[in-house]
């Protein structure tokens, strides 16, 4: 009986700690059901638990070959509950929110359609094709600034 009361009170201190958590809209509130558990609020992830930060990096990624794929193909994205118009949807709202440098002038968002054959087409080992993809990014920034050029000029 005694266990009751301090578990309600550790539930409720630690709802008003953390504050309010809502969603503007369905891309952000599909966010947090399925991505902020691992990427959390602000997109840091976690480097110790090998969950790659969003800040500063996703956008990255549609500057290489295969990247833009990447980003739908991960097990989180591709094997997630989402159709494909929601999973677009949150790609997009992520690249929005999360990119600290400008998209690529050329950028296009992600479409359901798009993202449909990428989804059945999961790497096997992810982890070598993000260090690929990686390694790609890193080049191409010695070469160029990210956001210089259009995609299509960058490959």
Not at 8 to 26: D, K, Y
Not at 70 to 92: H, I, K, T
Not at 97 to 119: M, N, Q
Request: with cysteine.
């Amino acid at each position: 009986m005694w266990a009751f009361p301090i578990i309600f009170g550790m539930a409720t201190f630690a709802l008003l700690t953390v504050g309010p958590v809502s969603a503007t809209e369905q891309r952000q509130f599909d966010y947090m059901i399925n991505c902020q558990g691992c990427h959390l609020a602000d997109g840091s992830g976690n480097a110790s638990r090998q969950v790659p930060s969003f800040p500063g990096q996703l956008e990255k990624f549609l500057s290489v070959s295969g990247g833009r794929e990447y980003l739908a193909q991960v097990p989180g994205s591709a094997l997630s509950g989402l159709s494909d118009e929601r999973l677009a949807g949150v790609l997009n709202w992520m690249l929005e929110e999360f990119s600290t440098t400008a998209l690529p002038t050329d950028f296009k968002p992600f479409t359901g359609g798009e993202i449909h054959p990428w989804r059945d087409q999961v790497p096997i080992d992810v982890g070598k094709i993000r260090e690929e993809l990686l390694e790609r990014i890193v080049q191409k920034e010695k070469q160029y600034p990210i956001g210089a050029l259009t995609h299509e000029e960058l490959n």
